[in-house]
């Protein structure tokens, strides 16, 4: 018999968790939902765009009746449970229904903190919560002129913002001298205030209210001070109370919230709780992110998987009021320890404060330009070191590099404003998006717009535009991010069971890890296929079913399906006899184009997959080896003539950028991994965009590391300078064995860099002379068994069935 | 004359993956799964085009190598929130025999316009 889980709070903590639970175990429970709103859940932080007139009630419904109905879950709306009866583990409702459970999830929320003045219960006097309060609003500005917002934190100012666009005179109350202090400090806080007075909203700080006056309606409110403001409606917006009364009548332990554990169950383990309502670890959140993570964990739980933990949420924040651009996360403050670094520019309406402790980031408040914010946001919660990159950190992500997208304003741009170059999408399709279907993450956008979900280098913008839209606090993507739909664990994690459990195939490996698929997808299969010809070299066996077809077939696939062909060319230098061999090969198989690569090769375009070992077995016999120019591995070594003919040559740099290609030739990369040696400062092998590339100088090679020519321009970090020859392929085997042990699978250096700091890179490779040793040790080792031609085995027969049709009819 | 032609043997398509079967009509993709079913569609995604063949296959779903387009073999549906549909063709194995049905099935005009032209 099906066990049954009955749900109070019909909100999106609620349901968010129920959903989780459905993916994981949709057979588990009988499912019961008592929600005391008539409707069924809604996104409750797209309030505010439904009051500004921006949305309809109807355009944030995120579960209809009929999801109820679909998943066969029994919705008791309009029905506010009063008592639970744990010895009889059954709810009772007050119109009497009730409900027995197995388990029971509270999701109760949280109320709006009335103040108790006189006059707080006058008609006209509305707090700023629910789907009524909003319809009250808008009918009050219909028939009124003017309204009083107590509350300058961020509900407060979302309603006033929605009022005043409602045609009303609204003035904004606030105790103290700085507005949002929870989320902005001082001067931060002034832009903003500025900005909104432009828009014509009033404000009264440090004002206190004594009460509200009015006989059969609200008519005025008084201040302490004795002045007073006309008023035809009040909207107390100065705080929500987590609502834990239930919790509490039923003896469950409570203090500010309802106290839960890492797995969000409360002192009765048969209950759990999620949402606003909790207190964990001593924190009640008053945002809508963390519950997303709650949810995942609880449902985890109740679907006795029992391996997540709920450790806490870092937040951020957001103002949803149209054109104004704020992020807020953190100790924004800071404290006697701590330092700040500030970026202000008051006349261009620009304020950027980042709190540092112990060279990581704590806090942060931008205000005008947010486009960084979610980076700031993972250094924070990833708690990485900026020492290394402490000097640029206030001009953003891109100034470490150029990211190549001009507009970076995401208020100002109008609605036809291109966002994603690779797909053609404009801020108005994604934003409709959003809204429409119900979005929170990033990957929820990727999969329903195709934004940022090629090149990603517009991700800054989406998550932008996830912010602004969402406010407050849309669901970033979590700190903790599995690999993918068919696990719970992380890159980190899966690899270190690789190693630590012995795991030598991907079905060994799933099956230990619980995968929820049973052979995976298309997006774990080649990073665990990777994971393991790393752990275990020479022993694993290549999977070629988990490999991405450039990498099953060693030639990269055309739009229209054909291959494109790139023979090996040591360090860019070839012969008339290469030229010869490469141009009879091209006419033999009537290669419709013939290009030169970026990376100083030749490449055959066009070619039919039926050709290619034949191809190869031609360019193999004229002394060729596969380029690898299609693989997540080893592409080439670019170098420039060097000192054997350049008059301002230092060092035989073609020599060396041979050197380093043999000796690296073959190996997989977590992403493709490109090379160049220049014999000059002059660089005219451009190697300071290269993951790992050298530039000559007259006492030696200066090491390069980190960079990249692509979809985000990046400078290399130097890394070192060595003095010989033998020096270079040495720290140039233990930085590939360094970057093939720990970043993840498609992490080029550059990111994988900015997240473990240049400094922990140099500590393992310069500075731990025996652990440099020990990393290029076991990249020979892997090397022993990676150099083997792949064109060379296809040619002689080896997957013979792969390149052929398996039968021609007709 | 029969509407089923021999294909060749299941073994000859590897587990998790795909072969092709020329024909007038165009290149179909014959798939087979971990647990040996067999499936087959037309050789080209909804999206633009691209060889379903040539796609990392799991579960009964192929992600389609160009632009990672999901394909659900037994309907040809992409998986939500892509819309499109691959063209299905009936697939029998016998005595470890694959059967493709070829004539009598209702072929898509795209399919046709293509062939025409090829």
């Known amino acids: 018999m099906k066990r049954k889980l009955v749900l109070v709070g019909n909100g999106m903590a609620g349901v968010r968790t129920l959903e989780e639970l459905l993916k994981l175990a949709p057979d588990m429970y009988d499912i019961t939902v008592f929600g005391a709103e008539p409707y069924g859940n809604y996104n409750r932080i797209l309030l505010s765009p439904v009051l500004a007139g921006e949305k309809t009630v109807d355009d944030i419904m995120l579960n209809d009746l009929r999801w109820y109905a679909d998943n066969g879950i029994t919705l008791h709306t309009g029905k506010t449970v009063e008592q639970i009866n744990r010895a009889r583990r059954e709810v009772v409702a007050t119109d009497g229904t009730t409900a027995s459970y197995d388990c029971l999830l509270l999701a109760t929320g949280s109320n709006p903190f009335i103040i108790p003045v006189p006059g707080h219960q006058l008609p006209g006097v509305i707090t700023f919560r629910d789907i009524h309060d909003v319809n009250f609003m808008l009918d009050a500005a219909k028939t009124h002129k003017s309204a009083v917002v107590i509350g300058g934190g961020l509900l407060g100012l979302e309603a006033a913002y929605g009022l005043q666009k409602l045609g009303m005179d609204v003035t904004v109350v606030h105790l103290l001298d700085t507005l949002m202090e929870r989320q902005l400090d001082k001067p931060s806080a002034d832009l903003l205030r500025r900005s909104l007075e432009g828009r014509g909203l009033k404000f009264l700080m440090q004002a206190q209210t004594e009460s509200i006056l009015g006989d059969d309606h609200v008519t005025a409110v008084r201040f302490k001070?004795?002045?007073?403001?006309?008023?035809?409606?009040?909207?107390?917006?100065?705080?929500?109370?987590?609502?834990?009364?239930?919790?509490?009548?039923?003896?469950?332990?409570?203090?500010?919230?309802?106290?839960?554990?890492?797995?969000?169950?409360t002192y009765d383990p048969r209950i759990y709780a999620v949402g606003e309502c909790v207190q964990h670890r001593g924190i009640a959140y008053g945002l809508v992110a963390p519950l997303f993570e709650q949810g995942k964990v609880c449902a985890n739980h109740l679907a006795h998987l029992g391996y997540a933990r709920y450790e806490g949420s870092v937040t951020s924040t957001k103002l949803k009021v149209t054109g104004i651009d704020l992020f807020s996360a953190g100790d924004f403050n800071g404290d006697a320890t701590s330092e700040d670094i500030i970026y202000k520019d008051p006349g261009a309406g620009i304020y950027k404060k980042l709190v540092i402790k112990d060279n990581r980031i704590t806090g942060a408040v931008l205000y005008g330009d947010t486009i960084d914010g979610s980076w700031y946001f993972d250094l924070m919660r990833n708690e990485t070191d900026i020492s290394d990159i402490r000097e640029d950190l206030l001009f953003g992500q891109s100034h470490l590099g150029d990211s190549g997208h001009g507009e970076d304003r995401i208020a100002a741009m109008a609605d036809s404003a291109e966002i994603c170059g690779c797909n053609g999408v404009c801020k108005g399709t994604i934003v409709n998006a959003i809204t429409a279907n119900g979005l929170f993450t990033l990957e929820d956008v990727r999969a329903h717009t195709k934004a940022s979900a090629s090149c990603g280098s517009c991700t800054g913008l989406v998550e932008q535009l996830l912010a602004s839209t969402l406010g407050s606090d849309y669901s970033q993507t979590p700190k903790k991010k599995s690999m993918c739909g068919c696990t719970d664990f992380t890159h980190d994690e899966v690899r270190k069971a690789i190693t630590d459990n012995g795991l030598k195939t991907i079905p060994v490996a799933t099956e230990f890890l619980e995968w929820r698929t049973p052979d995976g997808c298309h997006q774990c299969r080649p990073a665990l296929n990777f994971y393991l010809l790393c752990a275990w070299p020479g022993e694993y066996q290549d999977d070629s079913r988990s490999r991405f077809i450039n990498e099953r077939v060693h030639a990269n696939i055309q739009k229209d399906g054909t291959y494109s062909v790139v023979p090996r060319i040591w360090g860019g230098v070839t012969n008339p006899a290469e030229l010869r061999a490469i141009a009879d090969v091209a006419e033999k198989y009537n290669v419709p184009t013939v290009k030169i690569t970026g990376g100083q090769r030749?490449?055959?375009?066009?070619?039919?997959?039926?050709?290619?070992?034949?191809?190869?077995?031609d360019l193999s016999k004229a002394?060729?080896?596969?380029?690898?120019?299609?693989?997540?591995?080893?592409?080439?070594?670019?170098?420039?003539?060097?000192?054997?003919?350049?008059?301002?040559?230092?060092?035989?740099?073609?020599?060396?950028?041979?050197?380093?290609?043999?000796?690296?030739?073959?190996?997989?990369?977590?992403?493709?991994?490109?090379?160049?040696?220049?014999?000059?400062?002059?660089?005219?092998?451009?190697?300071?965009?290269?993951?790992?590339?050298?530039?000559?100088?007259?006492?030696?090679?200066?090491?390069?590391?980190?960079?990249?020519?692509?979809?985000?321009?990046?400078?290399?970090?130097?890394?070192?300078?060595?003095?010989?020859?033998?020096?270079?392929?040495?720290?140039?085997?233990?930085?590939?064995?360094?970057?093939?042990?720990?970043?993840?699978?498609?992490?080029?250096?550059?990111?994988?860099?900015?997240?473990?700091?240049?400094?922990?890179?140099?500590?393992?490779?310069?500075?731990?002379?025996?652990g440099r040793m020990q990393l290029a040790g076991r990249f020979h080792e892997s090397q022993k068994t990676a150099q083997v031609d792949p064109w060379a085995e296809r040619a002689e027969g080896i997957d013979r069935d792969e390149f052929m049709p398996m039968k021609k009819v007709g | 004359m029969t509407d089923w032609f021999e294909i060749g043997a299941m073994t000859d398509i590897p587990r998790l993956g795909s072969r092709v079967v020329r024909t007038a009509l165009g290149d179909i993709a014959v798939f087979r799964t971990a647990t040996d079913k067999v499936f087959a569609l037309t050789d080209k995604c909804p999206h633009k085009g691209g060889p379903l063949s040539q796609g990392i296959v799991y579960g009964e779903r192929v992600a389609c190598p160009l632009h990672n387009w999901v394909i659900q073999l037994d309907t040809g549906e992409a998986v939500a929130p892509d819309k499109g549909c691959a063209h299905r063709y009936p697939v029998k194995v016998e005595d470890g025999k694959v059967f493709l049905k070829l004539r009598g099935t209702v072929v898509n005009i795209a399919d046709y316009a293509a062939a025409a032209q090829a």
């Not at chain 1, 403001?229 to 039923?250: E, H, S, T, W, Y």
């Not at chain 1, 039919?608 to 077995?617: I, N, R, T, V």
């Open chain 1, 602 to 617: 030749i490449d055959l375009l066009g070619v039919k997959k039926e050709d290619l070992p034949k191809m190869w077995g």
């Open chain 1, 225 to 265: 001070d004795g002045s007073e403001i006309p008023a035809d409606l009040v909207v107390m917006a100065v705080g929500i109370r987590p609502n834990f009364a239930l919790a509490k009548q039923a003896g469950l332990h409570c203090e500010r919230g309802i106290v839960v554990n890492d797995t969000m169950q």
């Open chain 1, 623 to 770: 002394g060729f080896v596969s380029g690898h120019a299609y693989g997540k591995s080893l592409r080439t070594v670019k170098t420039c003539v060097g000192s054997e003919w350049c008059r301002f040559g230092t060092q035989d740099s073609t020599t060396m950028g041979i050197k380093m290609e043999r000796m690296t030739w073959g190996s997989w990369t977590p992403h493709k991994f490109k090379m160049a040696v220049s014999g000059c400062p002059r660089n005219c092998a451009e190697a300071t965009i290269k993951d790992l590339g050298v530039v000559a100088v007259d006492s030696g090679w200066e090491l390069h590391v980190g960079g990249n020519g692509g979809v985000k321009v990046r400078a290399t970090d130097l890394l070192c300078k060595v003095e010989t020859m033998e020096q270079v392929l040495e720290y140039t085997a233990a930085f590939m064995q360094l970057y093939r042990e720990e970043a993840r699978y498609l992490d080029r250096t550059a990111p994988w860099i900015e997240r473990v700091g240049l400094s922990y890179v140099k500590q393992r490779i310069v500075e731990d002379a025996a």
